[in-house]
């Protein structure tokens, strides 16, 4: 098998673009194969789309950040499975390996992204006054919930925001409430920022008879692709890391105490009107929760999300997707103040 | 590669347990052309039926058994992992010499349709006994006697496995741990581990049964609940609802993956820490005693719900590190008749 995939690499390489072409300038033809060599060989090769296209640089430079997050990523799980998980370093050395997987599946997402040949865009501006209305769907088999009626609200005052958010199920007593409050370290737009992260989160089960309070505190942040690879203009990469510590409750019974893990990684990038992005969250409360896996790894992934949004002057639309151990959907109409 | 598309497909699937959920409905049963045999509850899988020879392993102490064959015969009947005291009741039975201790053997006469109860005499009994705990051999299979050695120290009735008992879930590892077993002096029952899911989907089963089940034993009710993909199942979870519903002084709940792992940021526990909460408000609301879990190869003593939660992963897996444990099991010591329960830990190195 791997024979095949030298070959493959071979034959790719047999059809790069000469030197000196641009990517911009490639033919309909070699574009469509070098979308196919994302794939195949590039789900093992990161970067051989933009080989293919002509683009050695931005290709070599993929396959070296692949190497990186892999060997991360190795020496990640090497270090858990090492020291038995222990209690005592397990938090920042799973934090290192989402760090590394990261990076492994950025550079495949980059690669895709650059070979497509979307037109660049830029961020939206970042408005002082943010809001969305909207309606959200739960499949999940276990709980009676499903359909949510949705509320954000985004508060920025200079380096500040203030975030209420809450989703009120119409069919179940089941509400989360949520408020952050962010502090900007670093950057001053959309497109490039690094914050500090506190949040609140009140999940109430009513008809369940037990509701968690999460309190949370990370990091998060957001820079665009070309800061590294200037042919990846337009697109984003994000990144979050973060400890909490939930309650329990089970109202007339005990509350005990559990710690939780945030953080995660995403890779997008902007439309003329908005943006787009994927990315996995490594939270395991919430609605998505954490994907349900057979095998050794059961347990341990969070979930993975697509979300977008377009603006029409002052008015958008913002969708979402995610899946872990339910399916989320949900759709906002947002209003942005001028900035 | 095929392992890989696998896991690929099983990414976002959220109906990785319901296979196995309906595969233990179908244990304890089994049968050819001339005979059949029917365990109540799949309380015991049939790991042979051949002429007039029938094999089951037990995964609880005491046992419905209705045996049918076309035509007035007799069957030997081989019951594995039962208590060195247990007898069959029912007529026309001859008891045959043991080999092993917990390895009866009986020959059955049966015209059409017999019904014989593996039984023992304490099965009723309100006096205080003791059973032990113990998880997560996986490829420590070559040292468990330790651990087995210790047990039969301690003098139990018999003990719970809270999974992971093979590094792979491989025929070769099954058929290696039933044999170690031999050794112990007591029956051990169990449910199945995320190591089990490793190969072929039913083979747990095939060897040692279901991975959810529920029996009662000296005015205990034992619960066991294949957790190993981090979710239950939801024909597992109507089942749970039967099991939390009987009246007994004490209900014991064991599980290989906790709910919640006291060490939250590892989460080696369920994939939704929501479907955790709501299934502890359950066994909260149906008065389970304890709860044991197995997965992480450490020794905790916490609380869920409001219920006393132990997990004991102590079965010679790489051990958690800097935590001073090492290789241990429970020792947990019941009053039926005060509904007391209490927990001792036995370290193993």
């Not at chain 1, 209690?87 to 599946?105: D, M, S």
């Not at chain 1, 895709?112 to 769907?137: D, K």
């Not at chain 2, 005693?289 to 020794?299: A, E, L, N, R, W």
Request: negative net charge; proline residues 4%; hydrophobic residues 45%.
């Amino acid at each position: 098998m791997p024979g095949a995939w030298v070959q493959i690499a071979v034959l790719c390489a047999s059809v790069a673009a000469p030197e000196g072409t641009t990517t911009s300038s490639v033919s309909t033809g070699r574009r469509a194969l070098a979308v196919g060599a994302t794939v195949v060989p590039g789900l093992l090769l990161h970067g051989s789309g933009h080989f293919v296209l002509g683009d050695a640089d931005t290709a070599g430079s993929l396959l070296a950040l692949e190497g990186i997050g892999f060997g991360t990523i190795v020496a990640g799980l090497a270090a858990i499975a090492v020291t038995g998980a222990s209690r005592k370093t397990v938090a920042p050395l799973t934090g290192i390996t989402i760090a590394g997987a990261g990076l492994f599946t950025m550079t495949f997402a980059a690669d895709l992204y650059g070979v497509l040949g979307i037109p660049v865009a830029r961020a939206q501006p970042l408005a002082p006054i943010e809001t969305s209305v909207g309606v959200a769907y739960v499949s999940d088999r276990l709980f009676d919930y499903g359909a949510f009626a949705t509320w954000s609200l985004d508060l920025r005052f200079d380096d500040l925001r203030l975030s209420p958010s809450a989703w009120v199920a119409l069919d179940d007593d089941n509400a989360r409430l949520r408020g952050e409050l962010a502090y900007r370290l670093a950057g001053d737009s959309r497109a490039a920022f690094f914050d500090l992260v506190t949040a609140l989160t009140h999940h109430h089960y009513g008809s369940d008879g037990f509701a968690i309070t999460t309190g949370e505190i990370a990091v998060a942040s957001r820079i665009g692709t070309d800061w590294l690879l200037p042919a990846l203009k337009g697109s984003f990469v994000e990144g979050s890391f973060g400890v909490g510590l939930e309650g329990h409750r089970f109202f007339d019974r005990a509350t005990h105490p559990v710690s939780l893990l945030v953080g995660g990684f995403g890779f997008g990038f902007y439309l003329p009107r908005g943006e787009v992005a994927v990315y996995y969250d490594h939270r395991h409360d919430g609605f998505a929760a954490g994907l349900k896996m057979g095998g050794l790894g059961s347990g341990v992934a969070g979930h993975l999300g697509a979300r977008g949004e377009w603006f029409f002057g002052d008015l958008g639309l913002r969708v979402q997707a995610e899946t872990g151990s339910a399916h989320v959907m949900s759709a906002a109409l947002v209003y942005r103040g001028a900035p | 590669m095929k392992r890989f598309a696998i896991l690929l497909l099983a990414t976002g699937c959220l109906e990785v347990a319901d296979g196995r959920a309906l595969i233990d409905l179908e244990v304890g049963r089994g049968g050819n052309a001339a005979t059949s045999v029917e365990v109540a509850e799949g309380l015991a899988t049939v790991r042979g039926v051949a002429g007039s020879r029938i094999v089951l392993w037990a995964n609880a102490p005491t046992l419905e058994i209705t045996l049918q064959t076309t035509a007035m015969s007799s069957l030997e009947l081989t019951i594995e992992n039962v208590l060195p005291d247990a007898r069959l009741e029912g007529e026309g039975i001859e008891a045959l010499e043991r080999e092993v201790p917990t390895e009866g053997r009986w020959r059955v006469a049966v015209n059409g349709r017999s019904v014989v109860r593996l039984v023992t005499d304490d099965r009723f009994d309100r006096e205080p006994w003791r059973f032990v705990v113990f998880a997560d051999v996986q490829e420590a299979i070559d040292t468990v006697q330790d651990i087995f050695t210790l047990i039969d120290r301690e003098a139990p009735r018999f003990a719970l496995i809270a999974g992971d008992l093979t590094e792979q879930g491989t025929d070769e590892e099954f058929e290696r741990f039933q044999l170690e077993m031999k050794q112990l002096g007591v029956p051990a029952y169990a449910t199945l581990g995320n190591h089990e899911l490793g190969t072929e989907e039913g083979l747990y089963q095939a060897y040692f049964g279901r991975g959810s089940s529920s029996f009662v034993f000296r005015g205990v009710r034992f619960t066991f609940i294949d957790s190993a993909s981090a979710t239950l199942a939801p024909l597992v979870d109507t089942m749970l609802d039967d099991w939390l519903d009987q009246p007994e002084p004490l209900h014991v709940v064991t599980m290989h993956i906790a709910p919640h792992d006291p060490t939250g940021t590892r989460n080696g526990a369920f994939a939704s820490r929501a479907e955790a909460s709501r299934l502890l408000r359950r066994l909260s609301d149906g008065g389970v005693d304890v709860t044991f879990y197995g997965h992480v190869h450490s020794y905790y003593a916490f609380d869920n719900a409001g219920i006393p939660a132990f997990i004991t992963g102590g079965g010679g897996a790489i051990p958690e590190r800097l935590d001073g444990i090492g290789r241990h099991f429970l020792t947990v010591d019941v009053d039926p008749r005060s509904s007391a329960l209490r927990t001792g830990l036995v370290r193993v190195d």
